[in-house]
């Protein structure tokens, strides 16, 4: 940080969000920019990938640990990450939707009422924070019990319980309010 604080007393920070707390320099958060850019996260989403980096790189100041040799690089490779993360993300999210596609088509080959059903449960999902959803899928679609689900992501079974309980009752009320069921 004291690094940072010289940069700032001689001037050298112009970017949006430089100023004397700022990790990155303007021409660190451009370069984090490009990298997301050429990873393929959408343009909308660069900002938060930019915050991200920034957020790291204070965490681990505020840990002690010491400030990278080469700021821009240890930023560069942070944003390659956050890339590929987000396809990662992004192809999960596809997968999981092509099999409920799958299931869908296997379980009921007909009926309007199904597949209005299933779309309505599959937008309701997609509307849950990831890790209420992460632990629906977990169970009721993948039939794992609490305690596995618990002990794969390294949290309480009671923190599984409550995502759960918070899931079923947010997809519950999507489905009666579109009333589909």
């Known amino acids: 940080m004291a690094v940072l604080r010289r ?56 840990k002690g640990y010491e400030a990278p040799r080469d700021v821009s690089a240890w930023a560069a490779v942070v944003a390659s990450n956050l890339a590929m993360d987000w396809h990662r993300a992004k192809r999960r999210q596809e997968r999981i939707g092509e099999r409920l596609a799958s299931l869908r088509q296997l379980e009921h080959p007909s009926g309007e009422d199904t597949s209005v059903l299933s779309l309505a449960v599959a937008q309701g999902l997609d509307e849950l924070p990831d890790n209420q959803r992460q632990v629906l899928v977990l169970r009721f679609y993948a039939d794992l019990p609490v305690r596995d689900i618990a002990q794969e992501l390294g949290v309480p079974e009671g923190t599984v319980k409550s995502r759960l309980h918070t899931a079923v009752r947010a997809l519950r009320a999507r489905l009666h309010e579109d009333e589909v069921v």
């Open 7 to 62: 940069k700032a007393r001689r001037g050298q920070g112009d970017g949006v969000h430089d100023g004397p707390d700022d990790p990155l320099d303007a021409a660190q958060e451009r370069r984090v920019r490009a990298v997301l850019a050429l990873g393929g996260v959408p343009q909308a989403d660069l900002p938060d990938g930019v915050q991200q980096v920034r957020l790291r790189l204070l965490e681990r100041a505020a």
